[in-house]
């Protein structure tokens, strides 16, 4: 998924954007949004890892995008609606 999504970047005429953990580094995704000037986030990790990410990217103020529209476990994706 994100392989295509850079090519279609890259077929735009578009710089490359950067990418993160697709060597493996589990904790890749909080340096990112460490970083200034994110707009936004594609989650496309197994479920259960989601609504941790997710959450802390809008914590972050950053837009968020999963891949997966309705987590499996009810109770877990209710934590990534507002109260």
Known sequence: MLGR???MV???GK????????D?????WKRL??????????????WEYHAPM???AM?????V???VHRHPVHAAGERLLPP
């Open 5 to 7: 999504a850079v090519d």
């Open 24 to 28: 493996r580094d589990t904790n890749a």
């Open 59 to 63: 914590q972050a103020g950053v837009a």
């Open 15 to 22: 710089p490359a954007p950067k990418t993160y953990g697709q």
């Open 10 to 12: 890259s077929k735009a």
């Open 33 to 46: 949004l460490e970083q200034k000037g994110i707009d936004g986030v594609i989650i496309a990790t197994p």
């Open 65 to 67: 995008g999963c891949e």
């Open 54 to 56: 997710a959450i802390a």
